[in-house]
């Protein structure tokens, strides 16, 4: 009964731990600023999300509970040998310090082993993304060897130190079994020499000492496994530390339902940088653009318009000065407030998976009529009207069955 009720309270409180952690990954990971994606590899983040979600989801409940079964056994184990023999506590006070120090040379070894490992894994994520949406090229070059030897390089990398934490494990196994051998032999010896024990309780003591040897070993490997498997749990809270974006809803300043509804946009000696430690790149720009005005930008690559547009939709923060729209600083308001009310047309226009309704209205918040209607403007209705199920059409990744 008491396995039983141990096993679902541990097993509840494990899995709510790990969905905690996952939630916060994900939830900072999505709030996360431009400027983290342009200095983080996508492996590391599909690494995060992959290989250490799992660990943390698979492996490190599991050694959690098999390390209280080990403690429990062993302390068990050894009540039972003291109480048979006495004297064998005069050895398994310096071999369990003999265990311990084992275990501290041996965990920050196998620690980094398996930081290291985990770090030189992103690299292979990131090469293989980076082919696959590159086959077209690679094929049409004729490099694909070259790309297969760059993967094997990469995964040869990663298995070097999979293979030397092997090995690791290996040394650690050796002493392990070496300490409990000395185990066995002491309780067998103090047996022999102790003249006033039944047999009984000498072949229990003999018994529980091969028994315990298991048990110390086994309890030994699992602090160390414990202790390499919170190194999942430090990476992923490393990207649940790193800074994200301004608050969505900003409640002392939400603006009115039907901002903006002139339109007017200000420049105030506005400048930005796209992260901390780089070069502005709006440098106290200060215009005035008037409800209903076209207006075009023109300059050379580099100068700075793209970074405008990033600017009006705070994808990029404010170094200085202020942008200010029908009344409103930008900076004061929410992101959904802001970019819920402002439309653009992207450079690099982008279609989901999903269905084409979907893409032409993702929130839901207009008829089919509308929609119809949007498509005729764009010379597109005679097109969408050919599909076998018009707006409910399958579109793949990046329009790819379109």
Known sequence: ??????????????VKAAGIL???LLNNILKAPMSFFDTTPIGRIVNRFSRDIETVDNNLPSTIRTLYQCVFSVIGTVVTIAYSTPIFLAVIVPLGIMYWLIQRYYIPTSRQLRRIESTTRSPIYVHFSETVSGAASIRAYGVCDRFVEESKHRVDHNLSFYFASL????????????????????????????????????????????????????LVRMFSELETNIVSVERIQEYTETPTEGVR????????????????IIF????????????????GVTCHITGQEKVGIVGRTGAGKSSLTLALFRLIEAAGGSIIIDGLTIADIGLQDLRSRLTILPQDPVIFSGT????????GEHTDAALWLALEHAHLKS???GLPAKLGYECGEGGQSL
């Open 249 to 264: 809803v900003n409640p002392n300043c939400r603006p009115q339902p039907e901002w903006p509804h002139q339109g007017e």
């Open 356 to 363: 084409l309704r979907m893409n032409l209205d993702p929130f």
């Open 383 to 385: 097109f969408v009207e």
């Open 1 to 14: 009964i008491f396995v039983l009720i141990f096993a679902l309270i541990s097993t509840t409180q494990m």
């Open 167 to 218: 090995v690791a494990n290996r040394w650690l196994g050796w002493y392990l079994e070496f300490i409990g051998n000395l185990i066995i032999l002491s309780a067998a010896v103090f047996a022999v020499v102790s003249t006033d024990l039944e047999a009984g309780l000498v072949g229990l003591s003999v018994s529980y000492a091969t028994q315990v040897t298991g048990s110390l070993n086994y």
């Open 268 to 283: 105030k000696e506005y400048m930005t940088k796209y992260r901390p430690g780089l070069e502005l790149v709006l440098k």
């Open 22 to 24: 996952h939630f916060n």
